[in-house]
């Protein structure tokens, strides 16, 4: 389908508003605009970070997967526990494929789910007591553990338990770091704030504490830290050997497939790579503040964005890394540019519509261009302004934005529209398949990944190819409602 | 009174972000901005206005201070 003109976006919004009662139209009004990319601030067009709609159909978690399923479960040597009833972390256990390397339930423990598992006379009575019992369970049941966290669930806000008297007490008993956090879901408008609350927990009580420990570390000028990566089929991994092709060390991943003891030393890198800036930026601004620590965002989406960051990042380096950076580049050459070969063909010109979490719905878009297909509208669950000034020039002009879609606002969208591929969440996977349209899984990569770096590219290009391009798809209309067979229909009856 | 993170950019331009409001945004102009007077009235590149109280040093940046916001420049 021919792309849109302003004028027809425009008019596209407004059809779409039109069944929402007043107020309700005025809100969402704000949340959707038509991408320019001569503006310098997004707040000129669109609004974000506001609280959803009561009665429309939103797409955003709460603060605690902010928390707990974002920035801390990764954490592989630490126990997690989701402090409340049993449901918040047993049915979003696992979902979120943050590979990790050691033996689960000895020395990690990212796929298990440990809760306090709340019952009536914990609501009643405080669950201070059960908390304290359950950390010297923890102990003994899992010496290896390096540190616990309290993810609270939103009753221990609400019956006003003391976490952080109990995780105090815990510390001087184990001997290890206990984070308490106050992330209980129905704080703040989405789980961006959980992201942020999570990064004070980690300023408050990792970085702050640790500060005398790890003396014996010795550094280089190369040390860097990889941050806002959570290694979501090996995404981390992937971006890794590039760093580390290029002469640079990596000492901490944050936090996919990371330790506590590399949380503890990421103060002491000389340089902080940010790939998810939603979920990471708050303890990144603080370490420069603290530590005097420099930091840069970069995208490891595609080729073209994967050598812009490699140069970018080697930028603030000397000649060896410089070198190293068009070493790396050069090296992995003829790989990429096969995958195009193979693969741009058999996609150039299709369409897309994203809708993802706080990063990939502009961190992707250089990916997919790579491959010869459009971007045609995207959107986040829970970004704010400062990621959308980041994604106004990585569109196209006249391309749709939509902050928080609603349900029925993204289906409209996409009737009318008509992507050739739709990248978003489970909860939007089956209804979009069931209406005909290639979708793809773009929260764990539908089951597949890594994404990230030279390696991610081939995998990328291969699943994009597979799901636009199955045969399914043309199967999904009843034979008898096709056109052919209407026609025939017609010229028996005739 | 907002806490604002100051830095430098690499091209030496001070950087203002608020985390509550997500701005992120260059100052056009500080009033006092010598190396034994900093502060005053900051001109970001939107429009907006913000006042620091004037200090005998340049601050070390980067920096969290309080400012007064003087016009929104809407
Ligand atoms: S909103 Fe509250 S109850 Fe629901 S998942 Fe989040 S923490 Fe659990």
Redesign the interface.
Known sequence: MAALTREETEALIQEVLEVYPEQARKDRAKHLAVNDQSL??SNKCITS?RKSQPGVMTIRGCAYAGSFGVVWSPVKDMIHISHGPVGCGQYARGGRRSYYIGITGVNAFVGMDFTSDFQEKDIVFGGDKKLAKIMNEIEELFPLNKGITVQSECPIGLIGDDIEAVAKKANKEIGKPVVPVRCEGFRGVSQSLGH?LANDSIRDWVLDPAENKHNDFVGTPYDVAILGDYNIGGDAWSSRILLEEMGLRVIAQWSGDGTLPEMELTPKVKLNLLHCYRSVN?IT?HM??KY?IPWIEYNFFGPTKIAESLRAIAALFDDKIKEGAERVIARYKAEYEAVIAKYRPRLEGKTVMLFVGGLRPRHTIGAYEDLGMKVIGTGYEFA???DY?RTIKEMGNATLLYDDVTGYEFEEFVKKLQPDLIGSGVKEKYIFQKMGFPFRQMHSWDYSGPYHGYDGFAIFARDMDMTLNNPCWKQIKAPWKTEESTNTEVAASA | MPRV?L?KNPEGKLVF?I?K????EVAESVEFDSSDKWGGEVLL??GSKYYFEPMDEQPDF???LRAIRLDSGD
């Open positions: 310098e601030k970070n942020h708050y601004r420069e503040e005097g704010h302004n400062d000034d | 993170m830095k972000y985390a409001k997500d701005l992120e590149s939107d980067p920096v969290t």
